[in-house]
């Protein structure tokens, strides 16, 4: 059983590192608190499970996984479009302004969500489905959530490659540390800016996606996203790839071991770990 | 000057309001304090915290153990000291985290123990409730009981009264408080931390003191909101309810003292008469939010007074010319 | 006196008498008019779920199927020739918007009647309204036992004068379930529960627990999970129960959870040796389609079900006009949601017309109160009553999973339904549920 403690372990904080990363990004780059995060997030989900039923009947299985990603895609332009609206205007005013706005396009998107796709659940189980099941060590376990962790981790090697290796990434990186003197050097901070929080918004599309095979898109599925990735966020350190994965490694595990071993602990766990860490380092595991 | 006129005009509303309005009006009224303490905080001192819902939530559920587990003790002369006394406890505990930092940090670390607190509440539901929440019965007051006379009575009687004179009490010394040196100094500490310490103001220090005076005065707003609402729940200290503080103290505008007045009674309206007409209220709430945000960022007090500012300049102009 | 009495006085004494008697009778009716009904409308305000998680499974369904029942009593002239004018609402933005929203119903825009509430807060928080703000409101599907009983028994009934709720509470669900697994599982071992961690989980569980260990002590109880509300990864959890080996797992997931952890824990072979037992899992197979797992213990909240057709003619006509009506205007079978929604709006059409037989004209809210204490009717899962505690009782309805060829998902075995009566699954006037239940020999 322990394999699979193990296996459940790396899935969720798989899940949790996605979630979080687009947030992470943003907050770093931009140092915006992005609380329309769990919206993006159900975008994502409902454009990839909306398009999985629209195409499931005629489309080879190839272009079934592949049409997840619009979830990502839409995602990003949703984020694309908040950006220059009305969190552009916002940069020279004060942090409070940032997180109001971003806490007025939560609640708009929520509801604009339900004007698109109304109420009603959307299941797309066919890429679940399709993948079936594999035997490890006489567990039956679902091939999709191993799919699961690979994209996460090559979206996780995308981005570190991309944040460390290429020009964009590190001109990104130089406006998190340093936002004055990255604009003294001559970096084009706005469309910088556009572009971080375009792939943070497609990240949490992606996150998003990936799970609707498991789960139904519903109105309201982005809430509980937003404050775990709050959480991985807090515990693994703002602006901190390093710390995010790390953050994520030690939630997933011990909710997996907990929920097997003490189930009680299950939700207060979580704020536990993340309380412990903001009394004893309160920037995080590697936050700067 | 004005304050005793309005202060006057008020002790005449229940005559002028239907029960329902005057209702809806007490809710305006509590979240006014609230919004008076929150925005020593925000306004006065420059540090947004999206996790006021706890002190809201101490002082609410203060008054309902007391109503579950202390029945004896349930009078208004200890239940508002007590929402006092817990809501400045849970504030110099969270307080003491959060004002270590500042910024982004320090709106997080609010976050994040505020939804701790929240978990708890929802947890612990033998004690609190968890997802039911606490039923808030009438209190009785000086020996006065109230049983047998319904809410809407009670609210348009007694209550009011008790809640105005708090409400003023609020006012007065939220005034002191910002008109006192103590008050310049946080402002000193909005405006300039590095120039604030260096003149000597002990800049943490000082955040604590603001953090806990804005707590206990939430607090008391949200022990006051509990017998006009008649229940509460956990929700209270979620970061969405301490949103919608943000939200009216933004509303009515930070900059000014009787903004989060405004602000808090406006909104108290305009989420209702949203939820009433529309299935998309959150959709209307949002937008307005937004548009807030970019077009009237002083609020709605803040638009008027500098309205006024520039028209009395304008008049001035003119006088001038003459 | 004389002893004759002159026509002109017996006539004016008579007149006299009619006067006074009819003077009499508008004062019974509280001083309204009790003249003859009104043409205006009837303002029903539906208060559900619109937005957030519970939209999808209960709010919407519910929601429908007050404009279905709406629409179908106006085509029927409305109640005592009154046209219904339906106000839908959403129940969202936490308890403190319900509380205003309910009393701004009531007190501003004057609805003759408030429907609806799905979760237990909304209830608990707003049904007290009803009598402080003087209108009438009718919960409509939330479950706690709480809502109408006291803190200890025997309690004073009714809570509320105004206040009611026409469905059933958690307790027929998982009393039944105790009852049925005796009968159908009664050599079981070991049973556990994943169930989520609020107020409904916790009572569904607790009740569950309580009968369970009453009607078979030698079950042991081997795990009890706590996911919380709109969990969407329930690996460890299906990880953890499939390591306790439990026989029979109690649960009362609804909506998107309960779909979510049925597909996961098929994928991970947790149905090979274990069976659900859902309180109120009557939806998910038409949810979840053909992948729905065989062998699973079901309840149906009531006895709601679309193929279950009442003994008595009458519920049996409704039930079949019920499942074609919806269906056809919804595109899906029914569920539990929409048939409470239904007993809602009939319970307040049944109350008016019964106590307009007394008071002559439209009648009041305190009449129609007192005719919806005690009154049966009929509905499409068979005659509700409503109980002088303000609660309805309900026969309870369980069944096991099966496919047949005829649906394209899991249908209830009917060689394998139970139905436990009313009297067998709610607990008697006054006594807490829970109290009931110990009191079993």
């Given at each position: 059983?322990?394999?699979?403690?193990?296996?459940?372990?790396?899935?969720?904080?798989?899940?949790?590192?996605?979630?979080?990363?687009?947030?992470?990004?943003?907050?770093?780059?931009?140092?915006?608190?992005?609380?329309?995060?769990?919206?993006?997030?159900?975008?994502?989900?409902?454009?990839?499970?909306w398009t999985v039923i629209q195409i499931v009947a005629k489309a080879p299985p190839f272009v079934l996984y592949l049409s997840l990603l619009s979830g990502l895609v839409l995602a990003g332009i949703v984020g694309f479009l908040m950006e220059k609206s009305f969190i552009r205007a916002m940069y020279k005013r004060t942090l409070e302004y940032q997180l109001l706005l971003t806490f007025g396009a939560l609640l708009l998107l929520e509801d604009v969500i339900k004007m698109i796709w109304g109420g009603q659940a959307y299941y797309a189980s066919a890429p679940f489905d399709l993948l079936g099941n594999v035997d490890i060590l006489g567990h039956v376990y679902p091939t999709y959530f191993l799919f699961v962790m690979l994209i996460t981790l090559l979206a996780g090697l995308f981005v570190w490659f991309f944040m460390g290796r290429t020009k964009l990434g590190i001109?990104?990186?130089?406006?998190?540390?340093?936002?004055?003197?990255?604009?003294?050097?001559?970096?084009?901070?706005?469309?910088?800016?556009?572009?971080?929080?375009?792939?943070?918004?497609?990240?949490?599309?992606?996150?998003?996606?990936?799970?609707?095979?498991?789960?139904?898109?519903?109105?309201?599925?982005?809430?509980?996203?937003?404050?775990?990735?709050?959480?991985?966020?807090?515990?693994?350190?703002?602006?901190?790839?390093?710390?995010?994965?790390?953050?994520?490694?030690?939630?997933?595990?011990?909710?997996?071991?907990?929920?097997?071993?003490?189930?009680?602990?299950?939700?207060?766990?979580?704020?536990?770990?993340?309380?412990?860490?903001?009394?004893?380092?309160?920037?995080?595991?590697?936050?700067? | 000057?004005?304050?005793?006129?309005?202060?006057?005009?008020?002790?005449?509303?229940?005559?002028?309001?239907?029960?329902?309005?005057?209702?809806?009006?007490?809710?305006?009224?509590?979240?006014?304090?609230?919004?008076?303490?929150?925005?020593?905080?925000?306004?006065?001192?420059?540090?947004?915290?999206?996790?006021?819902?706890?002190?809201?939530?101490?002082?609410?559920?203060?008054?309902?153990?007391?109503?579950?587990?202390?029945?004896?003790?349930?009078?208004?002369?200890?239940?508002?000291?007590?929402?006092?006394?817990?809501?400045?406890?849970?504030?110099?505990?969270?307080?003491?985290?959060?004002?270590?930092?500042?910024?982004?940090?320090?709106?997080?670390?609010?976050?994040?123990?505020?939804?701790?607190?929240?978990?708890?509440?929802?947890?612990?539901?033998?004690?609190?409730?968890?997802?039911?929440?606490?039923?808030?019965?009438?209190?009785?007051?000086?020996?006065?009981?109230?049983?047998?006379?319904?809410?809407?009575?009670?609210?348009?009687?007694?209550?009011?009264?008790?809640?105005?004179?708090?409400?003023?009490?609020?006012?007065?010394?939220?005034?002191?408080?910002?008109?006192?040196?103590?008050?310049?100094?946080?402002?000193?500490?909005?405006?300039?931390?590095?120039?604030?310490?260096?003149?000597?103001?002990?800049?943490?220090?000082?955040?604590?003191?603001?953090?806990?005076?804005?707590?206990?005065?939430?607090?008391?707003?949200?022990?006051?909101?509990?017998?006009?609402?008649?229940?509460?729940?956990?929700?209270?200290?979620?970061?969405?309810?301490?949103?919608?503080?943000?939200?009216?103290?933004?509303?009515?505008?930070?900059?000014?003292?009787?903004?989060?007045?405004?602000?808090?009674?406006?909104?108290?309206?305009?989420?209702?008469?949203?939820?009433?007409?529309?299935?998309?209220?959150?959709?209307?709430?949002?937008?307005?939010?937004?548009?807030?945000?970019?077009?009237?960022?002083?609020?709605?007090?803040?638009?008027?007074?500098?309205?006024?500012?520039?028209?009395?300049?304008?008049?001035?102009?003119?006088?001038?010319?003459? | 006196?004389?002893?004759?009495?002159?026509?002109?006085?017996?006539?004016?004494?008579?007149?006299?008498?009619?006067?006074?008697?009819?003077?009499?009778?508008?004062?019974?009716?509280?001083?309204?008019?009790?003249?003859?009904?009104?043409?205006?409308?009837?303002?029903?305000?539906?208060?559900?779920?619109?937005?957030?998680?519970?939209?999808?499974?209960?709010?919407?369904?519910?929601?429908?199927?007050?404009?279905?029942?709406?629409?179908?009593?106006?085509?029927?002239?409305?109640?005592?020739?009154?046209?219904?004018?339906?106000?839908?609402?959403?129940?969202?933005?936490?308890?403190?918007?319900?509380?205003?929203?309910?009393?701004?119903?009531?007190?501003?825009?004057?609805?003759?009647?408030?429907?609806?509430?799905?979760?237990?807060?909304?209830?608990?928080?707003?049904?007290?309204?009803?009598?402080?703000?003087?209108?009438?409101?009718?919960?409509?599907?939330?479950?706690?036992?709480?809502?109408?009983?006291?803190?200890?028994?025997?309690?004073?009934?009714?809570?509320?004068?105004?206040?009611?709720?026409?469905?059933?509470?958690?307790?027929?669900?998982?009393?039944?379930?105790?009852?049925?697994?005796?009968?159908?599982?009664?050599?079981?071992?070991?049973?556990?529960?994943?169930?989520?961690?609020?107020?409904?989980?916790?009572?569904?569980?607790?009740?569950?627990?309580?009968?369970?260990?009453?009607?078979?002590?030698?079950?042991?109880?081997?795990?009890?999970?706590?996911?919380?509300?709109?969990?969407?990864?329930?690996?460890?959890?299906?990880?953890?129960?499939?390591?306790?080996?439990?026989?029979?797992?109690?649960?009362?997931?609804?909506?998107?959870?309960?779909?979510?952890?049925?597909?996961?824990?098929?994928?991970?072979?947790?149905?090979?040796?274990?069976?659900?037992?859902?309180?109120?899992?009557?939806?998910?197979?038409?949810?979840?389609?053909?992948?729905?797992?065989?062998?699973?213990?079901?309840?149906?909240?009531?006895?709601?079900?679309?193929?279950?057709?009442?003994?008595?003619?009458?519920?049996?006509?409704?039930?079949?006009?019920?499942?074609?009506?919806?269906?056809?205007?919804?595109?899906?079978?029914?569920?539990?949601?929409?048939?409470?929604?239904?007993?809602?709006?009939?319970?307040?059409?049944?109350?008016?017309?019964?106590?307009?037989?007394?008071?002559?004209?439209?009648?009041?809210?305190?009449?129609?109160?007192?005719?919806?204490?005690?009154?049966?009717?009929?509905?499409?899962?068979?005659?509700?009553?409503?109980?002088?505690?303000?609660?309805?009782?309900?026969?309870?309805?369980?069944?096991?999973?099966?496919?047949?060829?005829?649906?394209?998902?899991?249908?209830?075995?009917?060689?394998?339904?139970?139905?436990?009566?009313?009297?067998?699954?709610?607990?008697?006037?006054?006594?807490?549920?829970?109290?009931?239940?110990?009191?079993?020999?």
């Open positions: 059983m322990w394999v699979v403690y193990t296996l459940n372990g790396l899935y969720f904080a798989a899940l949790l590192f996605l979630t979080s990363l687009g947030l992470n990004i943003i907050l770093g780059v931009m140092g915006i608190l992005n609380l329309a995060h769990g919206s993006l997030y159900a975008i994502g989900a409902f454009m990839a499970a001109m990104l990186r130089a406006i998190s540390l340093d936002r004055e003197m990255a604009t003294g050097l001559g970096l084009d901070i706005g469309r910088l800016s556009t572009f971080a929080f375009v792939l943070g918004s497609g990240l949490a599309g992606l996150a998003g996606a990936l799970v609707v095979p498991t789960t139904p898109a519903l109105l309201g599925i982005g809430m509980e996203p937003l404050i775990l990735a709050f959480i991985v966020v807090v515990v693994g350190g703002l602006g901190s790839l390093k710390g995010a994965l790390v953050g994520a490694l030690l939630v997933g595990f011990t909710r997996s071991f907990g929920i097997a071993i003490l189930p009680e602990i299950e939700l207060p766990l979580l704020f536990l770990i993340a309380g412990i860490i903001l009394v004893v380092k309160p920037q995080g595991l590697f936050g700067r | 000057m004005v304050y005793v006129l309005i202060f006057i005009v008020l002790l005449f509303v229940p005559r002028l309001l239907s029960i329902h309005d005057l209702m809806l009006f007490e809710y305006g009224l509590t979240f006014a304090i609230v919004g008076l303490g929150f925005n020593l905080l925000l306004g006065y001192t420059g540090l947004l915290s999206f996790g006021h819902g706890a002190y809201f939530a101490a002082g609410a559920y203060t008054v309902g153990m007391i109503a579950k587990y202390l029945p004896e003790a349930y009078r208004l002369e200890i239940l508002i000291p007590a929402a006092l006394l817990f809501s400045l406890i849970l504030a110099v505990i969270f307080g003491f985290l959060c004002v270590r930092h500042t910024k982004i940090f320090f709106s997080i670390l609010a976050l994040s123990l505020s939804m701790l607190l929240y978990a708890l509440l929802f947890k612990l539901y033998h004690l609190t409730g968890g997802s039911d929440g606490l039923r808030i019965p009438l209190p009785s007051l000086l020996g006065i009981s109230f049983k047998g006379i319904r809410r809407p009575e009670f609210l348009s009687g007694t209550y009011y009264y008790v809640l105005l004179v708090l409400f003023a009490f609020s006012c007065v010394i939220m005034k002191g408080i910002v008109s006192s040196p103590f008050g310049k100094a946080l402002q000193a500490i909005r405006d300039n931390e590095v120039r604030a310490e260096l003149i000597g103001i002990r800049v943490r220090r000082y955040r604590l003191y603001a953090f806990c005076i804005s707590g206990m005065f939430v607090g008391l707003g949200g022990a006051l909101w509990t017998f006009v609402n008649g229940h509460v729940t956990a929700d209270l200290s979620h970061w969405v309810f301490s949103g919608e503080i943000v939200y009216m103290t933004l509303l009515g505008g930070f900059g000014i003292f009787e903004g989060p007045i405004i602000g808090a009674i406006l909104f108290t309206y305009l989420k209702l008469y949203a939820m009433g007409n529309t299935q998309y209220w959150m959709f209307v709430i949002g937008a307005t939010l937004i548009v807030l945000v970019m077009l009237l960022p002083n609020g709605v007090a803040g638009a008027f007074v500098s309205l006024f500012a520039k028209l009395k300049r304008r008049k001035a102009a003119e006088g001038s010319a003459c | 006196m004389s002893k004759h009495i002159s026509r002109r006085n017996f006539l004016k004494y008579m007149g006299a008498t009619a006067v006074s008697v009819g003077a009499l009778g508008g004062g019974k009716a509280l001083g309204q008019a009790k003249k003859s009904i009104p043409t205006t409308p009837i303002k029903i305000a539906a208060v559900s779920f619109l937005t957030g998680a519970a939209a999808a499974p209960f709010g919407i369904p519910g929601e429908n199927t007050f404009k279905m029942c709406a629409d179908e009593i106006n085509k029927g002239g409305g109640i005592l020739g009154r046209k219904i004018e339906l106000v839908s609402k959403d129940e969202a933005g936490g308890v403190d918007a319900q509380v205003k929203l309910a009393r701004k119903l009531i007190l501003e825009d004057k609805v003759d009647v408030d429907l609806g509430y799905i979760s237990s807060a909304s209830c608990l928080a707003v049904l007290p309204l009803a009598d402080e703000s003087g209108g009438l409101i009718v919960a409509y599907d939330c479950g706690t036992h709480e809502l109408m009983e006291g803190t200890k028994s025997p309690y004073e009934v009714p809570k509320f004068k105004l206040g009611f709720r026409s469905s059933a509470h958690l307790g027929i669900d998982n009393i039944g379930l105790a009852l049925f697994i005796k009968k159908y599982y009664p050599n079981i071992k070991k049973i556990a529960g994943i169930n989520q961690d609020y107020a409904w989980g916790r009572d569904s569980w607790l009740i569950f627990e309580t009968a369970m260990k009453k009607l078979m002590p030698q079950v042991q109880v081997v795990k009890t999970l706590w996911p919380p509300l709109g969990n969407t990864d329930f690996t460890a959890h299906i990880s953890a129960l499939m390591g306790a080996e439990p026989d029979i797992v109690h649960s009362s997931l609804w909506g998107g959870d309960a779909v979510t952890f049925s597909k996961q824990a098929l994928g991970m072979g947790f149905f090979k040796k274990i069976k659900m037992a859902y309180s109120r899992g009557e939806p998910y197979p038409q949810e979840v389609g053909k992948d729905y797992p065989e062998e699973q213990i079901i309840c149906c909240a009531g006895t709601h079900y679309f193929l279950f057709t009442p003994p008595d003619k009458t519920s049996a006509g409704l039930q079949k006009w019920f499942v074609e009506e919806y269906r056809k205007r919804y595109g899906k079978y029914p569920s539990y949601p929409c048939y409470h929604a239904y007993q809602a709006i009939y319970a307040y059409k049944n109350a008016v017309e019964k106590a307009a037989k007394t008071a002559g004209g439209w009648p009041s809210i305190d009449d129609i109160a007192k005719a919806m204490t005690g009154l049966t009717f009929p509905s499409p899962s068979g005659p509700i009553t409503i109980r002088e505690d303000h609660n309805a009782i309900e026969d309870v309805l369980i069944g096991i999973s099966k496919l047949t060829p005829k649906y394209p998902f899991p249908i209830l075995d009917p060689k394998r339904m139970e139905i436990f009566p009313a009297a067998q699954v709610n607990a008697p006037v006054g006594m807490r549920t829970v109290d009931w239940i110990n009191s079993w020999k």
